[in-house]
């Protein structure tokens, strides 16, 4: 394997890897649940014979050295984790440089509205936040969806943590101790496998197989959770902006819309569709513990997504807490803000609670991190 310098601090290691108002919340047994898992068996079925991926024509991430990469990491860049299209099932793993493992894992995938499949490429600063904490972190890529339509981005999501938990050793990871994390159609990643740990019909055979794909924590920026409710909750002005910005006509409603393309269907006309694809279908007791957190200025994805899900996820009796950051939108960066945001903290089945109006920020993430998976050995 050949070992080229990287950016202060940091080692990078070529391509490697061995071969391949919330509604009240809905109990487990809710009518939409069971419509969606009745469905699921059939509608996977029909969509296995369209995920023959074809590539598209998308930006290129450029090499590895153009990259700011995380200090105080060992990069492993370029790990395929499953023989995918483009730039899809590839997983970049930064590991402390700092300490001994196993290190627990937070595998990140960043969003583009499910459009690319770069995903590996953008959350650079959140491995930064959480490897100074003693976490490794695992960028990675899915399918976008022009390659091909859900469920394979969930399909590509499971095999990604598969493939760590399956290879943790040769990294020197903790197998036992993995959370999912992400921003937007990135969160909603996090989200569903958060949710799916216990659906077979979701658990695809793509990469490595035999092997758990449950996470054991969640953290979710901003993500869409149920599609049939997206463009109704959108905060005044919204709409309008979003049509502009994507050039549609009926916000999340619109054919050409995110979540349309996702599923390979319009939501509107194919309403069992889109509730399959929705994380909130899917919330029972044995989901993992989740931190949530949205902007109220947020108008690509209205915050009333998030306060749905953890209503639902604390209904279910699942640890989670969620805050709602006033005055921010569709941005990750407010995790790291030095400035005082006005939050509402809210949280259920924790214990220590969050403090009451606690602001979001990195290391309150990883605090929460800590006692879901459990403390980082002592360096």
Same mark, same amino acid.
């Given at each position: 394997m050949d070992v080229t310098p990287g950016p202060a601090g940091t080692t990078v290691t070529g391509p490697a890897g061995p071969p391949p108002g919330a509604p009240d919340p809905e109990p487990p047994t809710d009518p939409r649940r069971r419509r969606a898992r009745r469905l699921l068996a059939g509608i996977v079925a029909v969509v296995a014979l369209l995920l023959g991926a074809v590539p598209a024509l998308l930006e290129s991430a450029g090499p590895a050295s153009s990259r700011d990469l995380p200090r105080g990491a060992e990069a492993h860049l370029g790990l395929e984790y499953a023989p995918l299209p483009g730039q899809a099932g590839t997983l970049d793993l930064f590991v402390p440089?700092?300490? @001994?493992?196993?290190? =627990? +894992?937070?595998?990140?995938?960043?969003?583009?509205?499910?459009?690319?499949?770069?995903?590996?490429v953008g959350g650079e600063r959140v491995a930064e936040q959480l490897v100074r904490r003693g976490y490794?972190?695992?960028?990675?890529? #899915?399918?976008?969806s022009s390659q091909a339509t859900f469920p394979a981005q969930l399909h590509d999501a499971k095999a990604a943590v598969r493939? +760590?938990?399956?290879?943790?050793?040769?990294?020197?990871?903790? =197998?036992?101790?993995? @959370? !999912? !994390?992400g921003n937007s159609?990135?969160?909603?990643? !996090?989200?569903?496998?958060?949710?799916?740990?216990?659906?077979?019909?979701?658990?695809g055979t793509v990469g490595v197989t035999g092997v758990s794909s449950r996470v054991s924590a969640v953290v979710d920026f901003f993500a869409p959770v149920?599609?049939?409710t997206l463009t109704g909750q959108m905060i005044p002005g919204a709409c309008e902006r979003f049509n502009a910005a994507y050039r549609v006509t009926l916000c999340h409603d619109d054919p050409g819309a995110f979540e349309s393309r996702l599923i390979g269907a319009s939501t509107v006309?194919?309403?069992?569709? !889109?509730?399959a694809a929705s994380p909130?279908?899917? +919330?029972?007791?044995?989901? @993992? =513990?989740?931190?949530?957190t949205h902007g109220t200025e947020d108008w690509v994805v209205p915050h009333q997504q998030s306060a749905v899900l953890f209503e639902a996820l604390a209904g279910a009796g699942v640890p989670?807490?969620?805050?709602? +950051?006033?005055? #921010?939108?569709h941005d990750v960066r407010y995790a790291g803000s030095v400035a005082a945001l006005p939050t509402t903290v809210v949280s259920a089945h924790l214990d220590p609670a969050p403090v009451p109006g606690e602001q979001l920020t990195w290391p309150v993430i990883a605090d929460f991190l800590d006692r879901q998976l459990g403390d980082p050995p002592v360096r």
């Open positions: 440089r700092e300490g @001994a493992g196993p290190f =627990p +894992v937070v595998l990140w995938s960043q969003g583009s509205g499910w459009r690319s499949d770069g995903g590996n490794a972190v695992g960028l990675f890529s #899915v399918r976008s493939f +760590v938990r399956a290879h943790a050793g040769r990294w020197g990871l903790d =197998p036992a101790r993995i @959370a !999912a !994390a159609s990135g969160g909603w990643i !996090a989200a569903m496998l958060g949710v799916a740990g216990n659906e077979p019909a979701l658990e149920d599609f049939l006309q194919h309403p069992a569709l !889109a509730l909130l279908a899917y +919330v029972d007791a044995a989901d @993992a =513990p989740t931190l949530i989670s807490a969620y805050y709602e +950051v006033g005055g #921010v939108g």
